[in-house]
C-alpha cells in the first residue's frame, strides 16, 4: 500500500474509509481505539421526548462522540424511546439525578465531558401549578449542578468545550393578538415552570458572564412528534379520542401556541451546539401559529378519517373546561436569528407533520399503553375527573 510508510495518513485515510463506507458497529468493532479520541458529550433528560430524538440525532450522525444520556427516569422518562441504538457502541446511558450535586460531580469526574447538552427538566406547566417545589430542584438547581460541575473540571481550559441548555419561549410570558418573541423580549414568565426555567436561564447567563464558561441557550416554541408522554395537549388529545374519552379544552380553546416537530428542533440543536457563538441566545420556532380550538378539530377530523368514524363524530367529544391558572394566551417565535445566522430552518409542513405523529400513535398502541398505565390513571383523575 502506498501509505504504509507513513502511519498518520494510514490513520487518517482508514478513518475517512471507516466512516464513510463501513456501518458504524462494524467501525467500533475494528478499532477499539477511537473510544479513546472521541469527544464526549453528555445529553441530560435523554430519555424524554426531544431529548430521545436529540440522542438519535447524535449518536446517529456522529460515530465519533461518545454520547452519554443521563437520565432519572421520571414519570417522562423512557429508555423504550432508544430500543433501537441502546446497544450501539457509541452510547451509554448513566440513570442519575442531577439534583444529586455530589453524583454529577463524580460522573463529570470519571467522564471528562467535552460538551454537555442540557434537557432534564420537569416540563408540564399543570403539574408546576400543583407541585412547583419539584420543579425548582430539578429546573433550577439541578441546572446550577450541571453548571459547576462543568466549571469544575474544565477548570477555565475552555478550548473545544461547550454547555449549552435548552429552554423555551414560555420566559417570554405571553403576547396579545400581534407580535412575535426575539431574542430581546424581556423576560415575563408566568407559571411556575416558566419561572423555573427563566431562573435557569440567567444561571447559564451568569455563568458564561461571571466565570467566562462557553455556554449557550435556546428558547424554543410547543413541539410535537413521537415519543411525547401524553400529558401534553396533541398525545393527549390523540389517546382520548382513540378511546371515545371527553377532550378537555381549558377555557375556551382560545390561546394560541406556535407548533414545531421534534425533529426540526432535534436539528436546531445541533447546529447551535456545533456553530452557535457563546454567550448569545437563539430563538427556535415554527412559524406555525395555531388557535387551540382549530388545532383541536383539524386532529378529530384527521382521527375520523383514520379510525373509519362519520366525520364530525370526534369533536362531539369536545368538553370545555375551567381554564388553566395564570394561562398564557399566545406565543409566537421569531426565529430569524437563527435562520440567517446559522441557516436553520423548518423542514415540514405542519399538517403533513401532524399526520405522521397521529399515525405513530396509533400504530404504538404498546407504548401508549405503557406510559398510560400505573400512576397516570392517579394523575389523569386528579387533574381532570376532580377539577
Ligand atoms: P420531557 O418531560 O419529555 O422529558 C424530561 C426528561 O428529563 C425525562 O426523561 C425525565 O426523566 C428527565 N428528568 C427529569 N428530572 C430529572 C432529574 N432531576 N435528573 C435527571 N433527569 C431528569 O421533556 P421535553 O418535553 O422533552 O423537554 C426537554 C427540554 O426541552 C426541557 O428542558 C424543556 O423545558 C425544553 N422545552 C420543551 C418544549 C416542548 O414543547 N416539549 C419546548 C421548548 C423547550
Ligand atoms: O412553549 C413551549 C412549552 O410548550 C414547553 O416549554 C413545555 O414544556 C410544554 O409543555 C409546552 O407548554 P404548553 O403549556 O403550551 O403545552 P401543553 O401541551 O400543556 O398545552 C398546550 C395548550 O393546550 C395550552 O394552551 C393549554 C391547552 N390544553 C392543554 C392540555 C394538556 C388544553 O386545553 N387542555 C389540556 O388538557
Not at 89 to 112: A, C, H, R, T, W
Not at 227 to 254: A, C, D, R, S, T
Not at 303 to 324: A, H, N, V, Y
Request: hydrophobic share 35%; charged share 25%.
Amino acid at each position: 500500500m502506498p501509505v504504509a510508510g507513513n502511519p498518520l495518513l494510514s490513520v487518517k485515510i482508514y478513518l475517512s474509509v471507516a466512516f464513510f463506507i463501513v456501518p458504524e458497529r462494524a467501525i467500533f468493532e475494528q478499532d477499539k481505539s477511537i473510544y479513546n479520541r472521541m469527544k464526549t458529550i453528555l445529553i441530560t433528560g435523554g430519555a424524554g421526548f426531544i431529548g430521545s430524538h436529540v440522542v438519535h440525532l447524535f449518536v446517529n450522525k456522529y460515530p465519533a462522540y461518545k454520547i452519554v444520556n443521563l437520565d432519572k427516569l421520571t414519570y417522562a422518562g423512557n429508555l423504550a424511546n432508544l430500543k433501537d441504538i441502546e446497544n450501539l457502541p457509541n452510547y451509554e446511558f448513566v440513570k442519575g439525578d442531577i439534583v444529586d450535586s455530589k453524583f454529577m460531580l463524580k460522573l463529570f469526574e470519571e467522564k471528562q465531558f467535552d460538551g454537555v447538552i442540557h434537557l432534564a427538566a420537569e416540563t408540564h406547566v399543570d403539574r408546576s401549578i400543583s407541585n412547583p417545589t419539584e420543579f425548582v430542584f430539578t429546573n433550577v438547581i439541578g441546572t446550577v449542578n450541571l453548571l459547576n460541575a462543568a466549571k469544575h473540571i474544565w477548570k477555565d481550559h475552555y478550548e473545544g468545550k461547550r454547555f449549552y441548555h435548552i429552554s423555551t419561549d414560555e420566559v417570554y410570558g405571553t403576547l396579545g393578538a400581534t407580535g412575535m418573541f426575539t431574542e430581546e423580549t424581556g423576560y415575563d414568565p408566568h407559571s411556575p415552570y416558566s419561572a423555573s426555567k427563566a431562573s435557569s436561564d440567567h444561571f447559564v447567563h451568569a455563568y458564561h458572564d461571571t466565570f467566562g464558561l462557553p455556554s449557550v441557550v435556546s428558547n424554543c416554541s410547543n413541539n410535537y412528534g413521537s415519543y411525547q408522554f401524553p400529558e401534553k395537549l396533541i398525545p393527549l388529545f390523540i389517546n382520548n379520542i382513540q378511546n371515545n374519552k371527553p377532550l378537555p379544552v381549558y377555557g375556551k380553546g382560545e390561546n394560541v401556541r406556535d407548533w414545531l416537530w421534534v425533529e426540526d428542533h432535534a436539528r436546531a440543536i445541533d447546529i447551535i451546539f456545533h456553530k452557535g457563538k457563546n454567550g448569545e441566545t437563539y430563538n427556535i420556532g415554527g412559524h406555525n401559529e395555531w388557535k387551540n380550538i382549530d388545532l383541536i378539530r383539524a386532529m378529530c377530523r384527521i382521527m375520523d378519517r383514520k379510525l373509519g368514524r362519520p366525520i364530525g363524530e370526534s369533536e362531539k367529544l369536545i368538553t370545555f373546561i375551567k381554564d388553566r391558572a395564570g394561562h398564557d394566551l399566545r406565543y409566537a417565535i421569531d426565529s430569524a436569528k437563527l435562520q440567517h445566522e446559522l441557516g436553520w430552518a423548518p423542514s415540514l409542513q405542519f399538517e403533513e407533520g401532524l399526520e405522521k405523529t397521529i399515525d405513530w400513535y396509533l400504530e404504538n398502541e404498546e407504548w401508549l399503553h405503557n406510559v398510560t398505565s400505573g400512576d397516570y390513571q392517579k394523575y389523569y383523575e386528579e387533574q381532570y375527573v376532580k377539577r
